[in-house]
């Protein structure tokens, strides 16, 4: 849109208010083309340093001490949930897992034999042949048998659980990173044995300043969050355009910025986690003015035009540009509809009178 707002403004300075050539005209007035000022509306791109994230990266790590018995992946290679990965020795874990299956075993037989003497003392009990007592305590030597059998399964459910610990699986689909330790290497539960990212999508983390905020919320930002663009290392722009998802809840007291997370869809894995980037947001601004850059001079830090009144007199006049936009700087500290010299500023100076052709000009 702003392009067709400066093409108009273009048009302006060469036939409304364009002169007829650089010079002197009869009368001894110099003759220099000006432009009139009108209000534009122009989308503005703002860029900001990005941390580009995978959707989920996590650190793979044993939850036991052991040897590396395989590995079974290469750096760089996909896998799949529950896919192993690394193999720690288990041959002692073996071991373990099959006494405790025996054991369990002799107390499910102890725990039979004793439910067939609860069952023979109740008839003798029954036939006045033994005692009460006795049939009580066969009901205890039951009682105890039951828990073994129960103690047993336990040993064998942990005994179970650590030969699992043995084999290292991926968590979800993705893609290992660098393998940190080799087949053989002792490790221990602190140890990170690599990292497993997921690409298919990524975030990208990026922070705003209060005024940038503000202005992103008080424009219409439903449509601009949906259409972020994400600048890559090389200054081209990411073929998928990202939406912004959440915000942060407050500003950050050392910086006085606020967090940003978009997303974006990486079907082709151009993306990898830790990429550097930048994300490039557009605020709309509306009615603002366009002023060409060599209509502008700058003395001290400070941006001036040449304004031009009725009677052709030129004065110059600073203002306060917001934002530069390509050869534009973007105001609203000047006044719609006045005359500015739109080029030649060379060639006049404080107090002049120029000649223009058809001048018509509103304070």
Do not use: W
């Not at 659980?161 to 290992?176: H, K």
């Amino acid at each position: 849109m702003y392009r067709n707002k400066i093409l108009f403004l273009f048009v302006c300075a060469l036939f409304t208010y364009g002169c007829k050539n650089a010079g002197s005209s009869g009368n001894g007035k110099e003759v220099i083309p000006v432009m009139v000022l009108e209000y534009s509306d122009v989308d503005i791109p703002q860029v900001y340093v990005a941390d580009i994230q995978a959707v989920r990266f996590v650190e793979i790590k044993p939850k036991m001490e052991g040897y590396i018995e395989v590995v079974y992946v290469d750096e760089g290679k996909k896998v799949k949930r529950g896919e192993t990965i690394f193999r720690l020795k288990s041959t002692e874990f073996n071991e373990d897992l099959k006494e405790a299956e025996a054991a369990h075993k002799q107390a499910i037989a102890k725990l039979r034999m004793a439910q067939n003497d609860v069952d023979r003392i109740s008839r003798l009990v029954e036939k006045e042949i033994l005692s009460q007592i006795r049939f009580e305590q066969a009901l205890a030597e039951k009682e105890a048998a039951e828990f073994e059998v129960k103690q047993a399964e336990s040993r064998v459910q942990r005994s179970g659980a650590v030969l699992a610990y043995t084999d290292v699986t991926a968590p979800f689909d993705g893609t290992i990173s660098r393998i940190m330790y080799k087949a053989g290497s002792l490790v221990t539960p602190n140890d990170l044995l690599t990292n497993i990212s997921d690409v298919s999508e990524m975030f990208a983390y990026f922070k705003l300043s209060e005024q940038d905020y503000l202005q992103f919320v008080k424009a219409d930002a439903s449509p601009l969050a949906d259409s972020v663009q994400l600048i890559l290392p090389d200054g081209s722009f990411y073929v998928q355009k990202g939406k912004i998802e959440t915000a942060g809840s407050d500003f950050e007291r050392g910086t006085g910025s606020i967090a940003f997370r978009a997303r974006f869809a990486n079907p082709d894995e151009l993306l990898k986690h830790g990429i550097s980037g930048k994300i490039q947001l557009v605020n709309r601004m509306e009615q603002v003015l366009m002023i060409p850059q060599k209509s502008t001079f700058e003395i001290l830090d400070f941006v001036y035009v040449y304004t031009v009144d009725r009677e052709g007199k030129v004065k110059a006049r600073s203002f306060e540009p917001v934002c530069r936009l390509n050869t534009y700087y973007v105001t609203r500290d000047l006044d719609v509809g006045s005359a500015i010299v739109y080029e030649g500023i060379q060639l006049v100076k404080d107090d002049m009178r120029i000649e223009c052709d058809t001048v018509s000009i509103t304070n």
